[in-house]
């Protein structure tokens, strides 16, 4: 395994269907489980109860977590959190397990970890974003979770109402040490600074397109010598045990942010399309006003011409003034 993701662990997924067991070996600290042909794991869409995009299944050094990006399947057992040793997701008619490469089968104990989607959860200093669209700026976020997905539904902990943004469109892992994007095989895919990506680390100040909506990595929450520690710490080399992950979290901070922690934005963009909206029309009547002034205006100056070049020079005959 490479050092070009956030840890060193691959993934093993085992699994029994309608066609019996298989085993897919995975390159890479993540899964993406679907009927969709980019996924890591692809299922037969067929098959009652599989959707293009199923399951999100993401490593650590500490274990492997999952989230369900759809609610409308039938999975079962922990579609949200940790997953214990041996644990077997259900999705229609297939049987899942998966396991971090070198795993004896025991697996880690994450039952006193932490829910990584949870407010809180990721290591100071906070990821500071802002969300915006060709219209204006939506918001300024805080990333406090450790991992959050971006979308238009649930499970997205910043909710987007734009068409062009999917249901669960990407996931973003804050580590204390870099923030990734994983795109979560989007309709309109995730572009990093204009370039399409699959999985990429943001750089501090780099843009990302979701759809119409692009979300810019604009700071860290702590101010400038947090945003050099944290540099700093990024041309470190990865720790590679669980142990370097959670010292990690100790980069010192002094957050000056005063903006609520709220991620969900469906009301700041939906009011900001109905605002472009707004200006459009005024704009639109306006410009109907300005031509009808101008016409009142030419044909006023018409008159005013008329009258200067023929109204001196018409006779007038007044009979009671007529000499006699």
Request: net charge neutral; with cysteine.
């Amino acid at each position: 395994m490479s050092a070009d993701y956030w840890c060193e662990q691959t993934l093993l997924i085992v699994g029994d269907g309608p066609k019996g067991p298989f085993s897919v070996s995975i390159e890479k600290p993540f899964a993406r489980i679907g009927s969709h042909e980019s996924s890591e794991v692809v299922l037969r869409a067929e098959d009652e109860g599989i959707a293009g995009r199923c399951l999100y299944l993401h490593a650590t050094n500490r274990g492997i977590y999952c989230v369900d990006l759809v609610s409308s399947h039938s999975a079962q057992g922990a579609v949200h959190g940790w997953l214990r040793p041996a644990e077997v997701l259900h999705l229609g008619p297939y049987r899942i397990s998966a396991r971090l490469s070198g795993d004896d089968g025991n697996g880690t104990n994450t039952a006193s970890q932490p829910e990584m989607k949870a407010r809180g959860t990721a290591p100071p200093p906070y990821p500071v974003v802002v969300l915006s669209t060709q219209e204006g700026e939506i918001g300024t976020r805080r990333l406090t979770r450790r991992l959050t997905i971006v979308g238009r539904q649930r499970p997205s902990s910043i909710r987007l109402t734009s068409h062009t943004v999917s249901a669960a469109h990407c996931a973003m892992y804050w580590d204390g040490r870099a923030l990734w994007v994983v795109d979560l095989l989007s309709g309109n895919g995730t572009r990093l600074d204009g370039s399409a990506v699959e999985a990429a680390v943001l750089p501090l100040g780099s843009t990302l397109a979701l759809g119409r909506v692009e979300l810019r990595f604009l700071a860290l929450s702590g101010g400038e010598k947090v945003a050099a520690a944290q540099l700093a710490a990024l041309q470190r080399p990865p720790e590679e045990t669980a142990q370097g992950e959670a010292a990690s979290t100790d980069v010192p901070t002094t957050a000056t942010d005063s903006e609520e922690d709220s991620d969900h934005l469906p009301d700041r963009l939906t009011n900001c399309l109905i605002r472009a909206k707004r200006r459009k029309v005024i704009r639109r009547r306006a410009l109907w006003l300005a031509l009808f002034l101008a016409a009142v205006l030419f044909v006023a100056a018409g008159g005013a011409v008329v009258w200067m070049l023929w109204g001196e020079d018409v006779p007038v005959d007044l009979p009671f003034l007529s000499e006699t």
